[in-house]
């Protein structure tokens, strides 16, 4: 039996990992937001958690461990091809190669520090939208939104900076930069809440599904099971 997505999903994926590949390419450059220094990224990283948000609640585990996996893909083919752009040797008239090689290039720690954080956060973020869905008979889509960020975020923080920067960093900066850098994705969270729950609505009005994810595996290795 073929497994079957629709038209809305596949869209939902593929802009699950525009904003991931888009969100490692804007956190190379350091703003300001008010008092605060984070990496530009936490302009648009956010969205991914709140696309992961409503594929877990409008399709279910199943479908947002789908799209996590297809999102880790892509960003491993993008680093990997990254790496050899800067690899190959640039023409001789063209002369961007440092100012090219500063946004794309990834540090080994670095890479690993993304994708490690990326992965955990994601899951715990799917896994708690599933099981506070169905502990609370689909009732009060916000908070389970705004809790599972809270974890799914947080530990994304704590995954990345400890691994990207510990040794770099005194641990006390460290752990202000974790906590600011949650915070801001958090709040972002919550500022978009009412445009996602117009959204949802809509969602499951248009695909005519509603997912409560009953006696389903939450091993995301299991990606057969989709």
Aim: proline share 4%; net charge positive; hydrophobic share 55%.
């Amino acid at each position: 039996m073929k497994t079957q997505v629709s038209t809305t999903f596949m869209f939902t994926g593929i802009l699950f990992a525009a904003c991931l590949l888009i969100s490692n390419i804007l956190a190379v450059k350091i703003i300001m937001i008010g008092p605060w220094a984070a990496p530009a990224g936490v302009l648009i990283f956010p969205v991914s958690y709140i696309i992961g948000d409503v594929v877990a609640e409008v399709w279910g585990y199943r479908k947002a461990r789908l799209i996590i996996w297809a999102g880790f893909a892509v960003n491993l083919i993008a680093i990997l091809f990254y790496s050899l752009s800067i690899i190959i040797p640039a023409a001789p008239f063209w002369t961007n190669q440092d100012a090219y090689a500063t946004v794309l290039q990834y540090s080994p720690r670095i890479a690993l520090a993304s994708i490690v954080a990326y992965l955990f956060g994601s899951f715990i973020n799917a896994f708690v939208m599933s099981r506070v869905k169905v502990m609370t008979s689909g009732k009060n889509f916000s908070l389970r939104a705004v809790v599972s960020t809270i974890a799914g975020e947080g530990i994304d923080s704590m995954i990345f900076m400890s691994v990207a920067f510990l040794g770099l960093f005194p641990v006390k900066n460290l752990i202000i930069m974790i906590g600011t850098q949650a915070t801001l994705k958090i709040i972002y969270e919550i500022i978009v809440l009412p445009l996602t729950i117009v959204i949802v609505r809509w969602l499951k009005k248009q695909e005519g599904i509603d997912t409560y994810d009953m006696e389903i595996s939450y091993n995301p290795f299991k990606i057969s099971e989709i």
